[in-house]
Structures are given as C-alpha cells and as structure tokens.
C-alpha cells in the first residue's frame, strides 16, 4: 500500500513522466489518500470532477494560453504565472511557492485555500452547481 502512495506521490508530481489515470484506478485512492477529500470542504467528487475537465486525468496535460503567454500544467491544470513559476513565464508570481519536484496536491491545496475551488474554470463550468456523484460511483476508497 505504502508503495502505491509513493507511486502517486511520483506521478502527481513530476509532469514530464506523466500517466493518465482512470477515475478509480488511483486517481481517487491518491487524492484521498493525499487529503484532498474534505479539503476546505471540497468533496472527492469536486476534485475529480475537476481533474478530469482540466486533463482528463493526465498528469502530463499541457495548455499554453497566448493571450496571457503563460502555461497550465498537470493533472490541475495549474497555472506556472501565478502559482507554479516554470522558469520560462515572464514576470511570474508563483504564489505556491513550491518546487516542481514538490506535488501538484501541495499547489492545488494551497490554491483552494485561498481562492476556492472555482478559480479554475472547469471548477466554475462542469463542476458547481451539478451532481458530481458519478465522479465517485463506484469507487471502492
């Protein structure tokens, strides 16, 4: 089981070894496992629900923006101008202060803690105000 943690650690962490998940397969077992469900009160549900508009569930997912000439990257989609500095974004914030060797769940807590959820767009669009139960159905957590 340990050995399963550290796997997702790995895959939730380092885009460029990227992995697709399937919805249950680990990709729900991690996130809980990593303290996701609850999170600020963000159900499982929410954060695949989430995951799987921003990427699909892969953790490899890359989205250039022109207008705004920055990156999204990973299973979040976050955003290397304003949270994850990539090294290539002009004048970028990296409000998470963390390392890309550092996981995406450690950004993307830190991101719902201050801004929620729906700072993501697939937050707002697929996720809100829906039933999002299907994400979780069928689980076995």
């Known amino acids: 089981m ?3 943690l550290i796997l997702g650690l790995l895959l939730l962490s380092v885009p460029v070894q990227g992995k697709v998940f399937e919805r249950c397969e680990l990709l729900a077992r991690t996130l809980k496992k990593l303290g996701l ?3 600020k009160g963000v159900s499982l549900a929410n954060w695949l629900c ?3 508009w921003e990427s699909s569930y892969n953790t490899k997912a890359t989205n ?3 207008s705004s000439e920055n990156t999204d990257y990973g299973i979040f989609q976050i955003n290397r101008k304003w949270w994850c500095n990539d ?3 002009p004048k970028a914030v990296d409000g998470c202060h ?5 996981t995406a769940v ?6 719902a803690s201050e ?3 729906t700072v993501w767009v697939a937050g707002k669009s697929h996720c809100r105000d829906h039933d999002i139960s299907s994400y979780v159905e069928g689980c076995t957590l």
């Open 87 to 89: 090294g290539k974004t």
């Open 115 to 117: 801004q929620g959820i």
């Open 50 to 52: 989430l995951t799987k």
């Open 64 to 66: 250039y923006n022109p």
């Open 37 to 39: 469900d609850g999170y």
């Open 106 to 111: 450690a950004c993307a807590k830190k991101i």
């Open 2 to 4: 340990k050995a399963l």
């Open 98 to 102: 963390v390392s890309r060797s550092t």
